[in-house]
T-cell receptor, first 115, second 115 residues
Framework: AQTVTQSQPEMSVQEAETVTLSCTYD???????LFWYKQPPSRQMILVIR????KQQNATENRFSVNFQKAAKSFSLKISDSQLGDTAMYFC????????????WGLGTSLAVNP | DAGVIQSPRHEVTEMGQEVTLRCKPI?????LFWYRQTMMRGLELLIY????????DSGMPEDRFSAKMPNASFSTLKIQPSEPRDSAVYFC?????????????FGPGTRLTVL
């Protein structure tokens, strides 16, 4: 069965510093996609960054970047220059590229950015 | 684009009552997903539709839950009769399914409280 594991239920970081959220996944598929979603206190789910498994280059979106280690099935999210608005729950998710369009979700990491 | 629209935003009801949650996906999207989020179980996929057809309803907890998508622009999730353990935030998401990844866009959620 496909699974996604986020081993850090809670994390905190000082404003302007860098923090890394971990995610590991398990899938038997060769082609899949990985996502990080953010859920702030408003509870709106927002896509932060995506990675195609067939791409070796790590995805980057402004202050957000990933460290994708395919062999280790690891997909960590790095947030640079943390801002107060980054305070949120962060969810890692995996989608197989086949016919089944189900996203498999981790349980989330609660990140607090402290002033 | 207005994004995914859900109504109501909040619902408080008494045990045994029927509850209907509504969702309007983003225009042009052909996949629709219903999720339930709780502290204990995280984000759970209840059911998803492709082109208005239910594809996977294995996440529907029991017969008290039912979902319909009569057309491409509207879906409902119904709970009858409701129970206190159904209290959760229910999200609707939509996407445009294609051979590559399909980002899911989430609505603001409906917070359901069953007393």
């Amino acid at each position: 069965a496909q699974t996604v594991t986020q081993s850090q239920p809670e994390m905190s970081v000082q404003e302007a510093e860098t923090v890394t959220l971990s995610c590991t996944y398990d899938t038997s598929e060769s082609n899949y996609y990985l996502f990080w979603y953010k859920q702030p206190p408003s509870r709106q789910m927002i896509l932060v960054i995506r990675q195609e498994a067939y791409k070796q280059q790590n995805a980057t979106e402004n202050r957000f970047s990933v460290n994708f280690q395919k062999a280790a099935k690891s997909f960590s999210l790095k947030i640079s220059d943390s801002q107060l608005g980054d305070t949120a729950m962060y969810f890692c998710a995996c989608l197989n590229a086949g016919n089944n369009r189900k996203l498999i979700w981790g349980l989330g990491t609660s990140l607090a950015v402290n002033p | 684009d207005a994004g995914v629209i859900q109504s109501p935003r909040h619902e408080v009801t008494e045990m045994g009552q029927e509850v209907t949650l509504r969702c309007k996906p983003i225009s042009g999207h052909n996949s629709l997903f219903w999720y339930r989020q709780t502290m204990m179980r995280g984000l759970e996929l209840l059911i998803y539709f492709n082109n208005n057809v239910p594809i996977d309803d294995s996440g529907m907890p029991e017969d008290r839950f039912s979902a319909k998508m009569p057309n491409a622009s509207f879906s409902t999730l119904k709970i009858q009769p409701s129970e206190p353990r159904d209290s959760a935030v229910y999200f609707c998401a939509s996407s445009f399914a294609r051979t590559s990844y399909n980002e899911q866009f989430f609505g603001p959620g409906t917070r359901l409280t069953v007393l």
